[in-house]
């Protein structure tokens, strides 16, 4: 089967979700599959690069080469548009899978040119659609603030315009939030659940200066983007220490990846909680780092909640190593009574390996 990925994004390690197209075109072809990757609104091209369709360019996960078009959000939407019926018309997928985020097509999250250029590509070429939603519209909470409402009601007709304008195309998403509003609109909606964008490795160990600085500690981890809400940030370190109190051992915390604009007002509250030489900041780190230290930790802090984990593909990280969580509260809490019945449950409790997740998709969308 061939697959063409179209994204908002595909620059490594810069948008989650280009991130997750990768590794899930690099594991359809490990799969026996071809695919090829398409960025419709790249915002993160060099400059001198931004006004070129990159046809040769290829990016790669786990050693697999993976075939990728990036288009920069400063050429017309109307050049995108016919080079994005040359590409399908050239590449011949038997499948078109939009990787769907309304903020990856317009920084407002209302994505009118994208939809319009889809609508006039899926008239303009023979092929299957399918949509991944890992995101839907604003305002689904009962609580939600009026504007969100509002503007969630435009998302929601962009979003149905799109599913319309596909005829009904495969449809899957990785939240069960997300899931049930799709359902309740009378659509097949499948749910795949959220693998990591890294490969956890049981068997990594830290390097010695590391593993001597954090001694026998409580282990405590933070990795990649900082809530700005320092309160719920603070009540997480507290929960941290009292969980360290029990087995009489001190807390040390480790942040590591892309810690966004909250890192450094998050460093300085964990030095005034837990103590300056308690706390380590190590930034960017290749993956096999990654599985060390979180081999290591004795538990983990998410700015995810327990109705949205299922988004972070850190958190599935986080659980593949059967690591504890501690999340940030629910503020929406009509939403938790999506994650308590045993529906929910079982999809909950579905494989989030790769390999595993890979074939379920493709099984779904045939």
């Given at each position: 089967?061939?697959i ?32 090829v ?27 697999t ?16 548009q016919?080079e ?18 309304l ?11 994208f939809?319009?250029?889809?609508k ?8 299957r ?39 009904r ?14 359902c ?27 593993s ?12 990649g983007?900082?809530t ?30 892309k ?7 998050a460093l ?18 290749e ?49 938790i ?30």
């Amino acid at each position: 089967m061939k697959i063409i990925f179209l994204c908002g994004c595909l620059e490594p390690g810069q948008d989650g979700v280009g991130d997750y197209t990768r590794r899930l075109a690099g594991e359809c072809i490990r799969q026996g599959h071809e695919a090829v990757m398409i960025a419709l609104h790249d915002r993160k091209l060099q400059e001198e690069r931004k006004f070129s369709w990159q046809a040769s360019e290829e990016q790669e996960d786990s050693d697999t080469k993976i075939k990728c078009f990036r288009w920069s959000e400063k050429v017309s939407w109307r050049d995108r548009q016919e080079e994005l019926v040359k590409a399908i018309n050239s590449e011949k997928p038997d499948l078109v899978s939009i990787q769907f985020v309304l903020y990856s097509y317009n920084e407002k999250g209302i994505p009118f040119h994208f939809l319009k250029v889809v609508k006039r590509v899926a008239r303009s070429v023979n092929t299957r659609w399918h949509i991944m939603f890992h995101e839907l519209w604003l305002g689904i909470a009962k609580e939600s603030k009026f504007r969100e409402k509002v503007i969630g009601c435009i998302q929601e007709k962009v979003v149905m315009s799109l599913i319309i304008c596909l005829g009904r195309p495969k449809i899957h998403t990785q939240c069960l939030q997300y899931y049930y509003t799709l359902c309740k609109k009378n659509l097949d909606v499948y749910y795949l659940p959220l693998f990591s964008n890294f490969d956890y490795d049981s068997s990594q160990a830290l390097p010695k200066e590391i593993s001597s600085a954090l001694g026998s500690s409580f282990v405590t981890v933070h990795f990649g983007t900082f809530t700005n809400e320092i309160s719920v940030l603070e009540d997480q370190f507290k929960k941290a220490m009292d969980k360290a109190g029990e087995e009489k051992r001190n807390v040390f915390f480790v942040g590591f990846g892309k810690g966004g604009g909250g890192e450094q007002a998050a460093l300085q509250l964990a030095e005034k909680v837990f103590g300056v030489e308690q706390v380590m900041a190590l930034g960017m780190v290749e993956s096999t780092m990654i599985s060390a230290l979180i081999n290591r930790a004795d538990l983990a802090i998410s700015r995810s909640n327990a109705v949205n984990w299922e988004k972070s593909g850190v958190v599935a990280l986080f659980k593949a190593s059967n690591l504890e969580v501690l999340f940030a509260p629910v503020r929406n809490k009509s939403l938790i009574e999506l994650t308590t019945d045993s529906r929910s449950a079982s999809k909950l409790s579905e494989s989030r390996n790769i390999k595993r997740v890979c074939k379920k998709f493709i099984a779904e969308i045939i």
